[in-house]
């Protein structure tokens, strides 16, 4: 009895227009979340820190990945391999095996700027410094030392996807095992960037309800520990090359989900800001402001009816830049304000930062006198800062209605 290669009773299914889809469907997601970040950090924050800068890096990798594979799937990836024209099926590997780089190095960059993330809230604590830095390096290396597994496998690269080449290479359990090693590494480091981010918000002294917000905004990157490890077990598929185009979908499916799942995961702590700042913008403040740099003529506000009303005073000026908390302790969070801070430029032209403030020419103090009187410019920036609390009451009235408002330091000033 003869032996000879096994036949398949396979039909001629196509799995890549579903796969295809999704792919894109979580391209598109993930840009949007980039897109969102990026505008937060240039136009609340003021801001563009170094891991902003990297996952840029990895959706620009992941994108570079998803339009390889597509390619791939347009020559046969998602067939089986003998429904495939020789020419179809070279091609059809050699766009796989071309993206592996670029997918291996988006899920890379992505876990190293939500590292990069959390270092600001680990400066207290020496060994968490350290286990997250660590993460950021082993990364790297890690990472590099699997691409180069895969690039240096044949003798000729081309021998990956031609069996023709002329040539030989390793065995594909190379491949796996490596693959099988980086994965474990990856979801190790999956969970570490969620367990830190947990015991940070346990030491954070804000109200529960922000704290148990803020802890499921963090905690978003267990979407990342789950695809890796589902993206880890279908690494076996990369090794069976007799049906290489079919057997490797299942691959490519939760290499993709992982990849966008980490740079939205990693954005997402961004995103605070942006509600901060809407949050800002909603809240009404009854004012007396003095007039600013920008000209403005300070104008009196009160509240109508009978009682007495508080009003903290401000500063037009003032109210046109904003300060902003990298730490997770902001005071209209419910934090304590002790974090570090800075401050960006506003759209009026406003720089907020405290060497702008401090050193600036001229700054507007008020002058004793009726209040919603003009301010004075003073050379030589900020020399005092004091608050000032006004008193609105409703005095007895004469024929002409006649009022007071009266400051905390006994100050009268008619209306």
Not at 99 to 104: A, D, E, K, Y
Not at 296 to 324: D, L, S
Not at 351 to 356: G, K, N, P
Request: net charge positive; glycine share 10%; charged share 20%.
């Amino acid at each position: 009895m003869s032996s000879g290669p096994p036949v398949y009773d396979y039909k001629d299914v196509n799995l890549a227009p579903g796969v295809k889809a999704a792919n894109w469907t979580e391209a598109a997601v993930a840009i949007i979340f980039v897109i969102v970040r990026m505008y937060t950090q240039v136009f609340i924050v003021g801001k563009v820190d170094i891991e902003d800068w990297v996952i840029l890096g990895a959706l620009a990798t992941a994108l570079a990945n998803t339009i390889l594979l597509t390619i791939a799937m347009d020559w046969g990836v998602g067939r089986h391999m003998q429904f495939l024209t020789p020419t179809q099926a070279v091609n059809a590997m050699k766009f796989e095996f071309i993206s592996q780089g670029p997918g291996l190095f988006s899920a890379c960059l992505g876990r190293i700027s939500f590292a990069l993330f959390l270092l600001k809230f680990c400066r207290t604590k020496k060994w968490r410094l350290n286990l997250v830095w660590s993460v950021v390096w082993v990364q790297v290396v890690s990472n590099i030392l699997c691409y180069l597994l895969i690039v240096l496998q044949c003798e000729h690269m081309s021998k990956l996807w031609d069996p023709t080449t002329p040539g030989k290479c390793w065995t594909p359990k190379v491949q796996v095992i490596s693959g099988y090693a980086l994965g474990v590494i990856n979801t190790i480091h999956d969970i570490v960037l969620l367990v830190v981010p947990m015991v940070i918000m346990t030491e954070l002294k804000m109200r529960l309800r922000v704290k148990v917000v803020l802890t499921l905004v963090m905690g978003t990157s267990i979407f990342g520990v789950v695809s890796s490890v589902l993206k880890t077990i279908a690494l076996g598929t990369i090794g069976k090359r007799g049906d290489f185009t079919y057997e490797t979908i299942q691959f490519i499916i939760w290499l993709t989900v992982e990849n966008y799942v980490i740079i939205c995961a990693s954005s997402v702590p961004s995103f605070r800001q942006l509600f901060v700042s809407f949050k800002r913008r909603g809240t009404t403040v009854n004012s007396f402001p003095l007039s600013g740099s920008d000209g403005e003529t300070g104008k009196r506000g009160r509240t109508p009816g009978p009682g007495t009303n508080t009003y903290g005073g401000t500063n037009r000026t003032a109210t046109k830049v904003g300060t902003f908390y990298d730490d997770l302790d902001d005071p209209e969070l419910g934090g304590e304000g002790k974090g570090r801070r800075h401050t960006g430029r506003t759209k009026d032209g406003y720089s907020s930062s405290e060497e702008h403030i401090v050193s600036s020419p001229t700054w507007v103090t008020a002058e004793r006198g009726p209040v919603g009187g003009t301010g004075v410019a003073r050379p030589g920036g900020i020399t005092k800062t004091m608050t000032t609390k006004l008193t609105f009451e409703d005095a007895s009235r004469g024929a002409g209605g006649a009022g007071e408002l009266v400051s905390a330091g006994g100050a009268r000033a008619k209306y």
